[in-house]
T-cell receptor, first 112, second 110 residues
Framework: RKEVEQDPGPFNVPEGATVAFNCTYS??????FFWYRQDCRKEPKLLMS???SGNEDGRFTAQLNRASQYISLLIRDSKLSDSATYLC?????????????FGQGTTLQVKP | GAGVSQSPSNKVTEKGKDVELRCDPI?????LYWYRQSLGQGLEFLIY????????KSGLPSDRFSAERTGGSVSTLTIQRTQQEDSAVYLC????????FGPGTRLTVL
């Protein structure tokens, strides 16, 4: 079993839809959590960090559930430009350094 | 992207040859990471440099892989006697509270 798991999808949704992705992690020592977005043949770009209390950035909301060991990403009012692969990542060390462990990514396709 | 350049952007090599990949971050970042991304394996950690500390090499897949970081800035990842399974995108990342990736080097081993 991989340390960080995601449903690879693809998730095919119409414009304007709300879509949610989950990501589970197996190591309870994980301390920091992130969502990255990756477009085809491009590098991953940080979408948002995930804080314990949950956080929102425009149409994007991230949540952390430590008891069940998962993080989620909610995208409201999907746009065509949201089509991409969404990678979750966890880090074991506290503080702001240390390697990231990535999930395989979830592919989102937003259709007109 | 985000203050990190990598070269070359693409590299095609023959099995058995050595390759050297370069990561050039803007100054002031003490933490530098190498990852690789291949089909079926996702994004995997390779090695991590933090200031003057010994690097964390725990992700290097074999002794054919090595990396160094000179002067706390430029880093090179060397793969000796390349194999076809080394074909992947090699990504460098810097730490600025979060990790930001360079554009990567796409390595193809024929």
């Amino acid at each position: 079993r991989k340390e960080v798991e995601q449903d690879p999808g693809p998730f095919n949704v119409p414009e304007g839809a709300t879509v949610a992705f989950n990501c589970t992690y197996s190591n309870s020592a994980s301390q920091s959590f992130f969502w990255y977005r990756q477009d085809c043949r491009k590098e991953p770009k940080l979408l948002m960090s995930v804080y314990s209390s949950g956080n929102e950035d425009g149409r994007f909301t991230a949540q952390l559930n430590r008891a069940s060991q998962y993080i989620s990403l909610l995208i409201r009012d999907s746009k065509l430009s949201d089509s991409a692969t969404y990678l979750c990542a966890v880090r074991r060390l506290s503080g702001n350094t240390g390697k990231l462990i990535f999930g395989q990514g979830t592919t989102l396709q937003v259709k007109p | 992207g985000a203050g990190v350049s990598q070269s070359p952007s693409n590299k095609v090599t023959e099995k058995g040859k050595d390759v050297e990949l370069r990561c050039d971050p803007i100054s002031g970042h003490t933490a530098l990471y190498w990852y690789r991304q291949s089909l079926g394996q996702g994004l995997e950690f390779l090695i991590y440099f933090q200031g003057n500390s010994a690097p964390d090499k725990s992700g290097l897949p074999s002794d054919r892989f090595s990396a160094e970081r000179t002067g706390g800035s430029v880093s090179t990842l060397t793969i000796q006697r390349t194999q076809q399974e080394d074909s992947a995108v090699y990504l460098c990342a810097i730490e600025r509270n979060e990790q930001f990736f360079g554009p990567g080097t796409r390595l193809t081993v024929l």
